[in-house]
């Protein structure tokens, strides 16, 4: 315990000894962080050595070492390319889409949400908006095909009811982005709420009710109260979410997409999984990957450095 | 409290509004179970408009549960790597967050940044693959266990927990001569329930839904997850060979068996999920107090 007391300056001037029986000291806490960084080492840091394959002209028998290198033939090849392009276009639009509603849906849901008074119906509609959470864009997508679907789709039922036409909407590229934005939203706003209800439910009543004493209507005290108590928090999701930009939502658009919309929903993770898993073109994909890795590592980068110059609250 | 009369408007918009938004929602679910128990005669007659069935057929699920059907395969290699999985990432983690919530363990900044960065940079897919192929991993039976038991950001929730876990406590503790595993047995882990209930629960959900992780990993479909079975199933209208071979027989129209499918796959979670509901809000709400 006494090594508590040790200032920083003198701890630095520690003879070795000292410090490696400091370390020692700990020795049961280094073992049990053991398997976890043996994890990230074989499953994240080891992909990381992986990435080489985008400047060699990879061959599955030969290996890292049979292969030859490629320098940036790999890049050049996809920047001609135009099913990558395309790709990268799509991903930033659909990224964009998807941060404006899967952003301001689950914010406004949960000011509503704070608002009804009666406890068990909130519970109620909360239990209710958080169900599609927990299945699989597998099931969430099988689900979608079956209301959009031609003749039985109950979507179709009400475009005919309010004098449209029915049309087979999952192959039509005019509605494609659009599905997609709506669907990622009916999925994941109520989940994405709770963090606000929970930065919410941390406010001090006393504020609310001076601005009730002060006569604020209810508008006025979300404007005032609850959205600025809440402004940390909406930043530091804003910043993990422009972090995501680059994944447009694979596990999603694979389970809905088809060659009809690719022109307007092909993503850079399908681009990646066709040409890499499915076509075998190793290096190609795992160039695509290494510029969207590189481009979001910058992104995360560029909005924390915001969020810290803005609000003072960045997330590392 | 008195309410103006604008006030009382908003009040019943924002009733109706939330109503609406939850009955768009929860609807699809509900119908997807009606179609899946509807009679395909009924089913076509009413043109697709079954939102409350009439008559109730259980063939779909008779024929998908049929006696050596894939789907049992598949169900229990789900089962399995949830429980196996769950368990393995709860060590994983719950000890790595415990070691680093020590705050004056030496070094503890670099270790912690060795995590971060996992969050910050990835391989990518490609890559992943390739080092999964060249560990040997590809097609094995635990392949799926591995490749989903640590997450950098749970473990950071679990560690915010312990962090919050007052010094004193343990103190005292070890003043009465506890051990090191004596102390997170019989203090630290009772007042950690909720966390690791919450944190395991992530987790939980997270085995279950996977399926592309096995689209990557898994070929051999003896070894696949129900929802890559599942995926076959309402991916393409017509059914993988290996289920129709399974049944023996030709297939009644496939979008009952789709709806059943589904139902038969999202059910254990749908059913799970209001009770477990307080532990998921936990989590987060731990989560954000970092935020």
Same mark, same amino acid.
């Given at each position: 315990?006494?090594?508590?007391?040790?200032?920083?300056?003198?701890?630095?001037?520690?003879?070795?000894?000292?410090?490696?029986?400091?370390?020692?000291?700990? +020795?049961?806490? *280094?073992?049990?962080?053991? &398997? #976890?960084?043996?994890?990230? /080492? $074989?499953?994240?840091?080891?992909?990381?050595?992986?990435?080489?394959?985008?400047?060699?002209?990879?061959?599955?028998?030969?290996?890292?070492?049979?292969?030859?290198?490629?320098?940036?033939?790999?890049?050049?090849?996809?920047?001609?390319?135009?099913?990558?392009?395309?790709?990268?276009?799509?991903?930033?639009?659909?990224?964009?889409?998807?941060?404006?509603?899967?952003?301001?849906?689950?914010?406004?849901?949960?000011?509503?949400?704070?608002?009804?008074?009666?406890?068990?119906?909130?519970?109620?509609?909360?239990?209710?908006?958080?169900?599609?959470?927990?299945?699989?864009?597998?099931?969430?997508?099988?689900?979608?095909?079956?209301?959009?679907?031609?003749?039985?789709?109950?979507?179709?039922?009400?475009?005919?009811?309010?004098?449209? +036409?029915?049309? *087979?909407?999952?192959?039509? &590229? #005019?509605?494609?982005?659009? /599905? $997609?934005?709506?669907?990622?939203?009916?999925?994941?706003?109520?989940?994405?709420?709770?963090?606000?209800?929970?930065?919410?439910?941390?406010?001090?009543?006393?504020?609310?009710?001076?601005?009730?004493?002060?006569?604020?209507?209810?508008?006025?005290?979300?404007?005032?109260?609850?959205?600025?108590?809440?402004?940390?928090?909406?930043?530091?999701?804003?910043?993990?979410?422009?972090?995501?930009?680059?994944?447009?939502?694979?596990?999603?658009?694979?389970?809905?997409?088809?060659?009809?919309?690719?022109?307007?929903?092909?993503?850079?993770?399908?681009?990646?999984?066709?040409?890499?898993?499915?076509?075998?073109?190793?290096?190609?994909?795992?160039?695509?990957?290494?510029?969207?890795?590189?481009?979001?590592?910058?992104?995360?980068?560029?909005?924390?450095?915001?969020?810290?110059?803005?609000?003072?609250?960045?997330?590392? | 409290?008195?309410?103006?009369?604008?006030?009382?408007?908003?009040?019943?918009?924002?009733?109706?509004?939330?109503?609406?938004?939850?009955?768009?929602?929860?609807?699809?679910?509900?119908?997807?179970?009606?179609?899946?128990?509807?009679?395909?005669?009924?089913?076509?007659?009413?043109?697709?408009?079954?939102?409350?069935?009439?008559?109730?057929?259980?063939?779909?699920?008779?024929?998908?549960?049929?006696?050596?059907?894939?789907?049992?395969?598949?169900?229990?290699?789900?089962?399995?790597?949830?429980?196996?999985?769950?368990?393995?990432?709860?060590?994983?983690?719950?000890?790595?967050?415990?070691?680093?919530?020590?705050?004056?363990?030496?070094?503890?900044?670099?270790?912690?940044?060795?995590?971060?960065?996992?969050?910050?940079?990835?391989?990518?897919?490609?890559?992943?693959?390739?080092?999964?192929?060249?560990?040997?991993?590809?097609?094995?039976?635990?392949?799926?266990?591995?490749?989903?038991?640590?997450?950098?950001?749970?473990?950071?929730?679990?560690?915010?927990?312990?962090?919050?876990?007052?010094?004193?406590?343990?103190?005292?503790?070890?003043?009465?001569?506890?051990?090191?595993?004596?102390?997170?047995?019989?203090?630290?882990?009772?007042?950690?329930?909720?966390?690791?209930?919450?944190?395991?629960?992530?987790?939980?959900?997270?085995?279950?839904?996977?399926?592309?992780?096995?689209?990557?990993?898994?070929?051999?479909?003896?070894?696949?997850?129900?929802?890559?079975?599942?995926?076959?199933?309402?991916?393409?209208?017509?059914?993988?060979?290996?289920?129709?071979?399974?049944?023996?027989?030709?297939?009644?129209?496939?979008?009952?068996?789709?709806?059943?499918?589904?139902?038969?796959?999202?059910?254990?979670?749908?059913?799970?999920?209001?009770?477990?509901?307080?532990?998921?809000?936990?989590?987060?709400?731990?989560?954000?107090?970092?935020?």
């Amino acid at each position: 315990m006494e090594l508590v007391t040790v200032s920083r300056a003198e701890q630095r001037e520690q003879p070795l000894s000292r410090q490696l029986r400091r370390v020692w000291k700990y +020795k049961w806490l *280094y073992a049990m962080l053991l &398997p #976890a960084l043996a994890w990230v /080492i $074989l499953f994240d840091y080891l992909p990381l050595y992986g990435i080489s394959i985008a400047f060699m002209d990879y061959n599955v028998i030969q290996g890292f070492s049979g292969s030859h290198w490629a320098g940036l033939t790999y890049f050049r090849t996809l920047f001609e390319s135009e099913m990558f392009v395309n790709a990268f276009k799509n991903t930033l639009i659909i990224s964009l889409y998807k941060l404006i509603s899967g952003f301001l849906c689950p914010i406004l849901l949960a000011l509503a949400l704070n608002e009804i008074r009666v406890v068990w119906f909130k519970k109620t509609l909360q239990t209710a908006v958080y169900l599609p959470r927990f299945v699989s864009w597998v099931v969430y997508g099988g689900i979608i095909a079956l209301l959009l679907s031609p003749e039985t789709g109950i979507v179709n039922k009400v475009i005919e009811w309010f004098g449209g +036409k029915p049309a *087979y909407l999952l192959v039509e &590229p #005019a509605y494609f982005r659009t /599905i $997609l934005v709506v669907t990622d939203a009916m999925k994941e706003m109520g989940w994405a709420a709770i963090i606000y209800m929970a930065a919410i439910a941390g406010l001090n009543p006393e504020v609310y009710e001076a601005a009730i004493v002060d006569g604020a209507s209810r508008l006025r005290r979300i404007r005032h109260v609850t959205l600025p108590g809440i402004t940390s928090t909406i930043i530091v999701i804003f910043i993990l979410r422009v972090g995501y930009l680059m994944s447009a939502g694979l596990d999603q658009v694979i389970n809905l997409y088809n060659p009809m919309v690719f022109e307007v929903g092909d993503i850079l993770d399908t681009y990646i999984y066709r040409i890499g898993i499915e076509q075998f073109s190793l290096s190609l994909a795992a160039a695509a990957d290494v510029i969207k890795g590189i481009i979001g590592f910058a992104m995360v980068l560029l909005a924390n450095h915001l969020a810290k110059r803005i609000n003072d609250s960045g997330i590392f | 409290m008195k309410l103006t009369r604008g006030e009382k408007a908003f009040g019943a918009a924002n009733y109706i509004l939330l109503t609406l938004l939850t009955v768009v929602i929860v609807i699809p679910f509900w119908y997807v179970i009606s179609v899946s128990v509807t009679p395909y005669s009924v089913f076509s007659a009413k043109n697709g408009m079954v939102l409350f069935p009439t008559s109730f057929s259980f063939d779909y699920y008779a024929y998908l549960l049929k006696k050596g059907s894939l789907i049992y395969g598949a169900y229990g290699v789900t089962l399995r790597n949830t429980a196996g999985g769950v368990l393995l990432a709860l060590l994983l983690t719950a000890m790595a967050a415990y070691a680093l919530a020590e705050k004056r363990l030496p070094g503890r900044r670099f270790l912690l940044l060795i995590f971060v960065f996992t969050m910050l940079f990835k391989g990518g897919m490609i890559p992943t693959y390739i080092t999964i192929k060249q560990l040997g991993l590809l097609n094995t039976d635990y392949v799926l266990i591995l490749v989903m038991a640590f997450s950098a950001f749970n473990m950071i929730i679990m560690k915010t927990f312990f962090e919050g876990i007052p010094e004193s406590l343990r103190e005292s503790a070890a003043i009465d001569g506890a051990s090191e595993l004596r102390i997170l047995r019989s203090i630290v882990i009772p007042i950690s329930m909720p966390a690791i209930a919450s944190v395991g629960l992530l987790y939980m959900v997270t085995y279950w839904n996977d399926f592309f992780n096995a689209l990557l990993y898994v070929t051999d479909w003896h070894k696949a997850p129900v929802q890559l079975v599942l995926r076959t199933i309402v991916a393409s209208s017509s059914l993988p060979p290996e289920l129709l071979e399974a049944a023996g027989r030709t297939p009644p129209p496939t979008i009952g068996i789709q709806m059943a499918a589904i139902v038969i796959v999202a059910l254990p979670m749908l059913i799970l999920y209001p009770f477990i509901q307080k532990y998921f809000e936990q989590g987060m709400m731990i989560g954000s107090v970092k935020g």
